[in-house]
């Protein structure tokens, strides 16, 4: 079974800095997605970014992109220029590409706090 | 606007009695999912289900209870087994390698 790693539990950053959130997980498979979803106050779970692990090129969506390491197994989040709208929890989260077996694999998440 | 409806938005049980959950999609997906999320523990999969009239156990299913009659419902009842159900309940479904739509969740608390 697949695992994802939030080792992170509460990351600050001051408004227009920048940070990194981190996000290790175990898997045999050779292809899969991962996804960084973004949960405000409101509880809405929002796509931030998602990597198909076939594709080498890091994926980026604006202030967002991630450092995807295969061989490490690791999918960090940078978000630049930090805004107050980005303060939430983070959910890093696996799913393998197998029909039957597309559910979502989450971490234990990342609070995010922007320091005005 | 497509998207998933989840009701209630609250909702209190009391000790011994089962509830149900709702969670309705017009967005035509095949499979939808149900998540218990818990502070600090993220989102854990109860159930999950890729075509009518079928469903599978997810990681924490005891205490819980599915059906899937209908493509667009997929209710979730929180049965007297479950010992702990207080927690936030989010529905999600899947049409696509990448698509996943979130319910905006019910809030159960047992009083």
């Known amino acids: 079974a697949q695992t994802v790693t939030q080792s992170q539990p509460e990351m600050s950053v001051q408004e227009a800095e920048t940070v990194t959130l981190s996000c290790t997980y175990d898997t045999s498979e050779s292809d899969y997605y991962l996804f960084w979803y973004k949960q405000p106050p409101s509880r809405q779970m929002i796509l931030v970014i998602r990597q198909e692990a076939y594709k080498q090129q890091n994926a980026t969506e604006n202030r967002f992109s991630v450092n995807f390491q295969k061989a490490a197994k690791s999918f960090s989040l940078k978000i630049s220029d930090s805004q107050l709208g980005d303060a939430a929890m983070y959910f890093c989260a696996y799913r393998s590409p197998n029909f039957g077996n597309e559910k979502l694999t989450f971490g234990t998440g990342t609070r995010l706090t922007i320091i005005p | 606007d497509g998207g998933i409806t989840q009701s209630p938005k609250y909702l209190f049980r009391k000790e011994g009695q089962n509830v149900t959950l709702s969670c309705e999609q017009n967005l035509n997906h095949d499979a939808m999912y149900w998540y218990r999320q818990d502070p600090g523990q993220g989102l854990r999969l109860i159930y999950y289900s890729q075509i009518v009239n079928d469903f599978q156990k997810g990681d924490i299913a005891e205490g819980y209870s599915v059906s899937r009659e209908k493509k667009e419902s997929f209710p979730l009842t929180v049965t007297s087994a479950q010992k702990n159900p207080t927690a936030f309940y989010l529905c999600?479904?899947?049409?696509?390698?990448?698509?996943?739509?979130f319910g905006s969740g019910t809030r159960l608390t047992v009083v």
């Open positions: 999600a479904s899947s049409g696509t390698r990448y698509g996943y739509t």
